[in-house]
């Protein structure tokens, strides 16, 4: 008998059950908006989305991506959608679109504001740091349980599942960003007497802007990985897809539902990438090396 | 070490016993200090004492520079003025107002409509462009945007940057850029500027081109300057009076030339010893009493009788309202007392070498190497205020102060009288013995 052996079972899992049945107990009014919430924003999106004639949306996302970024860009879109539309995947692909901008705006919408928090108290910022730790490093399923317990089966798990694991790079590299803003440039702003929110909105975030948007680029691109995951919970799109082409061995489905899932995250992260250059700092920066 | 107190009319910025100290319990510190401990061994306990005791008071209208070492508490002391720092002890007021008592809203206030800053590093926000950086302080006190602008452009004008508005700081030069810092700092409109160590991440000419550029601005707009520096040629150029500052202590306050000449300590001392003297010290710094002067009514036998007496080659001859007329000399006095002449406006050399009393040293080296009898310093009306002699500025120019060794009775911040001038045993050398003052004396 080790000495472990005299510890008695410490009830970690059931410390959490408790924790979450309590939360179902105790606010059903947050839970019941929430869903309500959710599932409107994406069904909107989605509809709207699908509504609109394929040929305008495509033609529309590759003038975007043209606009934003470049020529071959844009023919890329071109192409990459019309493949979409070509294999059948359009209204799976548009509410995983859908999905993937609720749930990346949720994610940035309580990141950036834990991340200021962070940036501005050390004693914040130690106490975020393990949760996001935690929220990052845990198997991405298990969030499926409580939200499961939640929200039932349906598109509002999928959202919530996702949002949960794509906050922690947001909040990081919001707060990363913004202290890595030279302390003098806060000093002048403090000098010529601005408040700390003229500060953080006129100087802070928008210095830190480059950084922050590479925590939007990770933040979609994780949503995007979850999609798979939301599917298994009944949130449709593309993730449903690929999760019967799984379940009933369809490769051919399979292949072409991940497929689908590529394009989109190409699209989405090369589209935030151009968004980041086109910040004021980063405009600054270029102007800079140029002229060394 | 303090000024005289003055009413709060003059002085915009007053600060007195004020201290700041950083870490564990300040306020402990400061009692520390208060009783005798030294600043290294606060240092010991972990604790830095930036600030140590600090009194003064900068005028309004006045450039004041605070000058010292690194480390010795310069921007600290900066940082308290506009309240980016808390006071650990004493009181400072910016207008008559403490600044310690403030709430972060009142003191964002201050900040808006009193007190502005230039930077080091400029801290220009290079996401804007070079019109909105000026604009800033504007921006912040929510002035409109017709008003912002007009003010901005007319603050860029000022430093020379029209037709900038709309480039990046990233694009401009150093100097280019710390205009940009100034015209932040002026189109804001506040009365007092506090600088810290604006000018020392440019290099030599630029520097002395913003040095330049400040004291024209200052002339026209006559704002209250508080200047930081560590290099003593630039605070000697800029201000009107100057705090020496040693590890958080302010150890003398003065004019430029009372520093150099009347150093409080040796540690001033040893600072002022490499200054260029020769551009920091003004002729009227220096001027000296003449022995004798001659009416332009006299005649050349009260001439003789004159410089005789005070073993003189020349006098300066000036009329009744002490306005130069020019000098005459021991040769041709004794040539027109010899014919018995009775006036002596044939022998009037009227053109002496002249200068100004606010000119540096630099400027009148070469007029007093040309001229054959000393200098003479007038104001603007022609009136003779003192002289020159080689000698003298050689002495100022050399920087252990024998300028008024002779008689060490002398006041060094009035300037040497007379007295020295013609006393025997000034140092004699090459270029001295050539001194016409006291030929007669020496060389016969
Ligand atoms: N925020 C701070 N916390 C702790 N110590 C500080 C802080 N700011 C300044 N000090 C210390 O206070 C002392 C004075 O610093 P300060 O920056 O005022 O000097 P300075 O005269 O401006 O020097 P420099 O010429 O290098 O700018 C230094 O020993 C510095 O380390
Ligand atoms: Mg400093």
Redesign the pocket.
């Given at each position: 008998m080790g000495p472990l052996d005299a510890l008695p079972r410490l009830q970690v899992g059931d410390a959490f059950t408790s924790v979450v049945e309590w939360i179902e107990g105790n606010l059903p009014w947050l839970l019941d908006t929430i869903k309500t919430v959710l599932k409107w924003a994406v069904n909107q999106l989605d509809t709207g989305l699908t509504y609109i004639p394929v040929l305008v949306t495509i033609l529309a996302l590759a003038a975007i991506g043209w606009y934003l970024r470049s020529w071959a860009f844009g023919v890329y879109t071109l192409g990459g959608f019309v493949l979409i539309a070509n294999m059948d995947m359009w209204d799976e692909s548009m509410s995983s679109l859908a999905l993937v901008i609720v749930a990346s705006v949720c994610a940035m919408g309580i990141a950036v504001p834990l991340g200021v928090a962070g940036a501005r108290s050390h004693n914040v910022s130690r106490i975020i740091r393990p949760l996001m730790d935690m929220m990052q490093t845990m198997p991405a399923f298990v969030y499926l349980i409580p939200t499961l317990f939640f929200f039932s089966i349906g598109v509002v798990s999928g959202v919530v599942a996702t949002v949960v694991f794509a906050i922690p790079p947001g909040v990081r590299l919001t707060e990363l960003g913004l202290r890595q803003v030279d302390g003098e440039m806060l000093e002048a702003g403090q000098a010529f007497g601005a408040s700390p929110w003229q500060v953080l909105s006129r100087i802070q975030i928008p210095l830190a802007l480059p950084t922050i948007m590479a925590g939007v680029n990770q933040v979609i691109m994780l949503s995007l990985s979850m999609v798979v995951i939301a599917g298994m919970v009944g949130a449709g799109g593309l993730g449903g897809v690929v999760y019967e082409g799984v379940t009933r061995l369809n490769l051919s489905k399979g292949f072409e539902g991940g497929l689908a899932v590529v394009i989109l995250a190409i699209y989405l992260d090369r589209l935030t990438g151009a968004l980041a250059d086109r910040a004021p700092v980063a405009r600054a920066l270029r102007v800079r090396s140029a002229a060394e | 070490m303090t000024d005289d107190p003055l009413s709060p009319e003059i002085n915009l910025i007053e600060a007195r016993g004020l201290f700041k100290v950083?870490?564990q319990s300040p306020m402990a510190s400061v009692e520390r200090l208060r009783q005798g401990t030294s600043r290294d061994e606060l240092r010991e306990s972990g604790s830095?004492a930036?600030v140590i005791d600090a009194s003064f008071a900068v005028r309004r209208g006045e450039i004041f520079v605070v000058m010292?070492?690194?480390?010795?508490?310069?921007?600290?002391?900066i940082r308290l003025v506009n309240g980016l720092l808390d006071p650990t002890a004493g009181s400072l007021l910016v207008d008559g107002e403490d600044i310690a008592g403030l709430s972060p809203k009142q003191l964002r206030r201050v900040c808006q409509d009193k007190v502005s800053m230039v930077f080091q590093h400029f801290a220009l926000f290079p996401h804007r462009t070079v019109l909105e950086n000026a604009a800033y302080g504007l921006e912040v006190k929510r002035a409109d945007k017709h008003e912002r602008s007009a003010r901005a452009r007319e603050a860029l004008a000022m430093v020379g940057l029209d037709g900038w508005e709309d480039y990046l700081p990233g694009e401009l030069s150093g100097g280019m850029r710390q205009r940009v810092g100034l015209a932040r700092a002026l189109a804001s409109g506040t009365e007092i500027l506090l600088m810290d160590?604006a000018f020392s991440a440019l290099d030599p000419l630029i520097r002395r081109e913003m040095q330049d550029q400040l004291m024209d601005l200052q002339q026209r707009l006559g704002r209250t300057i508080l200047f930081?520096t560590?290099d003593l040629n630039e605070a000697m150029r800029l201000g009107d009076r100057i705090a020496m500052?040693r590890d958080?202590r302010i150890v003398q306050i003065g004019t430029a030339e009372q520093i150099l000449n009347d150093p409080a300590n040796d540690y001033v001392a040893q600072f002022v010893q490499d200054v260029d003297r020769a551009r920091v010290l003004t002729a009227a710094s220096i001027m000296e009493q003449p022995v004798a002067l001659l009416g332009s009514g006299a005649g050349p036998r009260a001439a003789h009788k004159l410089m005789r007496e005070n073993q003189l080659a020349h006098l300066f001859v000036v009329d009744r309202h002490r306005r130069l007329v020019g000098t005459v000399h021991e040769a041709d006095v004794a040539e027109a007392v010899k014919r018995a002449h009775d006036d002596l406006t044939d022998i009037i050399d009227r053109s002496p070498a002249t200068v100004q009393g606010s000119m540096t040293l630099a400027e009148i080296l070469s007029d007093s190497a040309e001229s054959s009898v000393p200098l003479a310093v007038i104001n603007e009306s022609g009136r003779l205020l003192g002289v020159i002699a080689k000698v003298t500025l050689l002495n100022a120019l050399s920087d252990n102060g024998t300028v008024d060794a002779p008689d060490s009775g002398v006041d060094g911040l009035s300037g040497p009288h007379a007295e020295s001038v013609a006393v025997p045993g000034t140092p004699t050398g090459p270029l001295v013995s050539a001194e016409s003052m006291n030929s007669s004396g020496g060389d016969s």
């Open positions: - | 950083f870490g830095t930036a010292g070492l690194s480390g010795s508490g310069k921007s600290t002391l160590e930081i560590h500052m958080g």
